[in-house]
């Protein structure tokens, strides 16, 4: 059960697109379509904003989209807003029932 | 609207003991398997444990096996987490989740910080 592989910090300008990546095995990222996304403002609780590599939930904005090739999961944050400062979860299911998630990533609006 | 608000945290000896509870209200909690996730202050997530509705089967994360139970009570509506042994690595804010099938979760609590500290 070792922890998906994310980048520490992206960055990026309002208006712009960011994508940040999410590294598994085959034995979880590669084996499933069931990669999830999470947003974590600084003191509050995780919201999921894409379930299934890349359904979003009602109410999550149209920005947000993910996708997945290989063992490798994306999520990409089009037309940033300082809203969207955060950090950000990825997380795969895996066999027997097990949820593995990613180290984070924050995400700095400049 | 779905709520989740665990309670039970605290400070805690090496090698005690604690149970969480996270009272669910705002869906049918049997229909629904559940999660715990912990997050050490200032690091990332960490799955802890999933049970499926009717209690009857229960998952746990590596780091917790044999020493946590998952449990839930469907007429009270609650889900709990039995935390044994506990170490100074337990140190973290425990969130209970509503599961969707067990493959996401779409409904977190506002956690509870458990501190194991002599």
């Known amino acids: 059960q070792s922890a998906l592989t994310q980048p520490a910090s992206v960055s990026g300008s309002p208006g712009q697109s960011i994508t940040i990546s999410c590294t598994g095995t085959s034995s979880d990222v590669g084996s499933y379509d069931l990669v999830s996304w999470y947003q974590q403002p600084p003191g509050k609780a995780p919201k999921v904003m894409i379930y299934?590599?890349?359904k979003r939930p009602s109410g999550v904005s149209n920005r947000f989209s993910g996708s997945k090739s290989g063992n490798t999961a994306s999520l990409t944050i089009s037309g940033l807003l300082a809203e969207d400062e955060a950090d950000y979860y990825c997380c795969s299911y895996a066999a027997g029932n097990v949820l593995i998630f990613g180290g984070g990533t924050k995400l700095t609006v400049l | 609207e779905v709520q989740l608000v665990e309670s039970g945290g605290g400070v805690v000896q090496p090698g005690g003991s604690l149970r969480l509870s996270c009272a669910a209200s705002g869906f049918i909690f049997d229909d629904y398997m559940m999660h715990w996730v912990r997050q050490v202050p200032g690091k990332g997530l960490e799955w802890v444990s999933l049970i499926n509705w009717d209690g009857g089967t229960a998952y746990y994360g590596d780091s917790v096996k044999g020493r946590f139970t998952i449990s839930r009570d469907n007429d009270k509506k609650f889900l709990y987490l039995q935390m044994r042994d506990l170490r100074s690595d337990d140190t973290a804010v425990y969130y209970c989740g509503k599961g969707r099938g067990g493959k996401y979760i779409d409904c977190w609590g506002q956690g509870t910080l458990v501190t194991v500290s002599s």
């Open positions: 299934e590599v890349n």
